[in-house]
């Protein structure tokens, strides 16, 4: 597969890397770990250097899954992991970037991952009771320690992004992009280009939605996060129905998959994304890796950009409680 540089930073990763979230959260039920660990190792054969996870999946048991699969060859992956959630009822947020709960939470981190140094560590959501430059300072003596390269932020404003690039540099910024989420090409993505900050778009595939197998019947099962998402109700995905339809309309015509297209269109914004689909199927992971070789033509770029602009996606991307954790 090819790689791309994540900004100014020099932190080579594969185009397509791996969100790991999946296979132990957010979906149902947590995979069998023999089969998550063969799920990231057949990653790594098919090219996938990239690979994600947090604290918070699972919780820990991902970070634990995503260690013991990529120990056989960790010199030559990039692992990301996050901090910032409060496992202690510590906070009234349920957010915790304080210093010291940022150290205390690396060490657990490389403990669970078995590694020496963490590749990239994202704040997992802004703290609005921690000053982000505390935060950025926090990262910076992890990174003077050997303990952590690279520094990244998950969800955050333009404000926050430029005080904690202040502080210490930028990698990478986490956050929601497709043609089902287009919100960042506003005010995040230009402050991103001018920084050199790279571009890691979560749920590239809009939750599956975006592959063309989600549709108004679908149903989800047990502890399925869509299930509390009010872009994924019955009527919101009928309403949002005719952007999947584009998607698969240029699909046919260049002999794949609209989940290839989608990962296409994403991988032909910016020469610094690097979008993370997640799978816990071998055949769909296959999918997703071979949308690296997918080429579309200025023409098709504009009608899927187009297409998507046209369309008013219907309903919000997270219920009130999870709206507070993103920064604006």
């Known amino acids: 597969m090819i790689t791309r540089t994540l900004g100014q930073s020099g932190l080579q990763v594969s185009a ?102 963490i590749d990239l560590l994202y704040q997992h959501r802004v703290d609005p009771d921690v000053p982000i430059e505390d935060v950025a300072g926090a990262v910076r003596d992890l990174i003077a320690a050997g303990k952590v390269k690279h520094f990244g932020l998950s969800e955050a404003g333009v404000d926050t992004i430029r005080r904690a690039h202040a502080v210490q540099p930028v990698t990478a910024l986490q956050s929601e992009y497709s043609l089902f989420w287009r919100e960042p090409e506003d005010r995040i993505m230009p402050v991103l280009a001018e920084l050199g900050i790279g571009f890691v778009p979560f749920s590239p595939l809009g939750k599956g939605y975006l592959t063309g197998a989600i549709d108004a019947t679908t149903s989800f099962g047990e502890g399925d996060v869509r299930n509390r998402l009010p872009r994924f ?29 989608a990962l296409a269109w994403l991988l032909a914004q910016r020469p610094w994304i690097a979008p993370i689909p997640g799978t816990t199927k071998p055949g769909r992971l296959r999918e997703n890796t071979a949308a690296a070789a997918v080429e579309l033509g200025d023409t098709e770029l504009k009608e899927l950009t187009e297409a998507s602009a046209r369309i008013a996606v219907v309903s919000d991307r997270y219920p009130e409680a999870m709206q507070k954790w993103i920064d604006r």
């Open 233 to 261: 109700t019955e009527e919101a995905r009928a309403a949002n129905h005719a952007l999947v339809d584009g998607v698969s309309a240029v699909a046919e015509r260049n002999g794949a998959t609209p989940g290839q297209v």
């Open 16 to 117: 397509l890397g791996l969100g790991c979230m999946g296979l132990s959260h957010g979906y149902g039920k947590a995979v069998e770990q023999q089969d998550g660990i063969a799920l990231i190792r057949e990653a790594v054969d098919l090219g996938v250097t990239f690979f994600d996870t947090a604290q918070v999946y699972g919780p820990f048991t991902n970070e634990e899954l995503v260690g013991k699969a990529l120990a056989p060859v960790r010199g030559d992956v990039v692992i990301a992991t996050k901090f910032g959630f409060d496992f202690a009822g510590a906070t009234s947020t349920g957010l915790d970037s304080r210093p010291a709960t940022i150290a205390a939470s690396v060490e657990e981190s490389l403990r669970r991952l078995g590694v020496d140094s």
